[in-house]
């Protein structure tokens, strides 16, 4: 198995729409100018009627000065100006209508795009999540396969100096193929590190780790084919790196319902991963979006702008759905998208999150 190839894969998603806000801001800005044309023209209409009935006035007050001889003109006088009335009242009701329409337009067109706006971040929510489900889903192999490995099986069953040596040169050469991983240990089953790969980098054999609460679950697993999933914390034996530790039980003769013997513990270089993912979704600049993955207790576990990790906690308004956006009160659109889980990997109750600036 590649240690790798959570990270390579390609994102499922829909990729982003470029010129979504491009076209929208296209509609919006002609449809501006058809309302824009309609007012214009509607003003000048209103000119030239207010014209006609100038033309009208002065009419009638020459025809009474004509006396009986401008009776004729002052009718037709009089039509003139009541067309002209009627052409302005037209006139106006044209311009209501027309901008009220074009109105209603601009704002059912920014509806469109705010939802198709929130949808896309949907989609990049699950893209950023369901990466690293299927990075973590690695993870869980990779501790289950290593924990049969028979220079492990063999130290846990009896941990004399020539085979924690081996062992501890074992982890070592497995580290130097998976890069993805900061240490790798083997615990008895009172929690004492008996071996790791980086004995010179750290130096954690006889440290205890039985109060964790990842071993604590290690210690209760019921089969081989069985694993723990751990948050992500800062791990104090390893320089107080952010890891997210994957455990399985280390089982006599290597065999899935083997007597338990011992508990393999790998940690997962968690931040430098991450990080990749969060900052290579695919948001625009001009979404002012900051990409985060939050735990089950909307703890910050992944940013895109590097800050608030496993100290930050986000308020996320789910309403009981799994997946959304939606406007605080700011204006700021919020999307997120509950962890699908891959395989055998269920997930750990996470959330991909996307935060746009309004």
């Known amino acids: 198995m590649s240690a790798a190839l959570g990270l390579k894969a390609k994102p499922i998603a829909a990729e982003p729409a470029e010129d979504d806000s491009d076209i929208s801001a296209l509609i919006n800005r002609l449809t501006a100018e058809v309302n824009q044309i309609a007012v214009d023209k509607t003003k000048a209409i209103q000119q030239i009627t207010n014209q006609m009935k100038?033309?009208?006035?002065?009419?009638?007050?020459?025809?009474?000065?004509?006396?009986?001889?401008?009776?004729?003109?002052?009718?037709?006088?009089?039509?003139?100006?009541?067309?002209?009335?009627?052409?302005?009242?037209?006139a106006r009701e044209l311009e209501t209508q027309l901008t009220k329409r074009t109105g209603d337009l601009v704002?059912?067109?920014?509806?469109?795009?705010?939802?198709?706006?929130?949808?896309?971040?949907?989609?990049?929510?699950?893209?950023?999540?369901?990466?690293?489900?299927?990075?973590?889903?690695?993870?869980?192999?990779?501790?289950?396969?290593?924990?049969?490995?028979?220079?492990?099986?063999?130290?846990?069953?009896?941990?004399?100096p020539a085979a924690v040596t081996y062992a501890s040169q074992r982890l070592g050469v497995i580290l130097g193929a998976y890069t993805v991983y900061l240490d790798l240990w083997l615990c008895d089953l009172d929690?004492?590190?008996?071996?790791?790969?980086?004995?010179?980098?750290?130096?954690?054999?006889?440290?205890?780790?039985?109060?964790?609460?990842?071993?604590?679950?290690?210690r209760t697993l019921r089969s081989g084919d069985d694993y723990v999933a751990g948050d992500v914390e800062n791990q104090p034996l390893l320089g107080n790196a952010q890891v997210a530790t994957y455990c399985a039980s280390v089982r006599a003769g290597g065999q899935a319902n083997g007597t338990p013997i011992g508990v393999l513990a790998i940690h997962f270089d968690w931040e430098p991963q991450a990080r990749a993912i969060v900052q290579g979704v695919r948001v625009g600049d001009s979404d002012k979006a900051r990409?985060?993955?939050?735990?089950?207790?909307?703890?910050?576990?992944?940013?895109?702008?590097?800050?608030?990790?496993?100290?930050?906690?986000?308020?996320?308004?789910?309403?009981?759905?799994?997946?959304?956006?939606?406007?605080?009160?700011?204006?700021?659109?919020?999307?997120?998208?509950?962890?699908?889980?891959?395989?055998?990997?269920?997930?750990l109750g996470w959330y991909g999150v996307i935060i746009c600036g309004a």
């Open 54 to 90: 100038m033309l009208a006035l002065n009419a009638l007050i020459e025809s009474s000065r004509a006396g009986a001889q401008g009776a004729g003109f002052a009718v037709v006088a009089q039509e003139v100006r009541g067309v002209g009335q009627q052409v302005e009242t037209i």
């Open 191 to 218: 929690g004492n590190v008996i071996a790791n790969g980086r004995a010179d980098r750290f130096r954690v054999v006889g440290q205890n780790i039985a109060h964790t609460k990842w071993f604590r679950e290690a």
């Open 291 to 347: 990409v985060l993955l939050v735990d089950s207790n909307f703890r910050v576990i992944a940013a895109s702008d590097g800050k608030g990790i496993l100290s930050e906690r986000i308020s996320l308004s789910l309403n009981g759905q799994r997946s959304g956006f939606y406007h605080d009160r700011s204006g700021t659109m919020i999307a997120f998208h509950a962890t699908p889980g891959y395989e055998t990997y269920r997930g």
């Open 107 to 160: 704002a059912s067109i920014d509806r469109m795009s705010q939802r198709s706006r929130g949808e896309r971040m949907v989609d990049l929510s699950l893209n950023a999540v369901e990466l690293i489900d299927r990075n973590l889903y690695e993870r869980t192999c990779d501790v289950r396969w290593w924990a049969t490995d028979s220079a492990v099986v063999d130290c846990a069953s009896s941990p004399a």
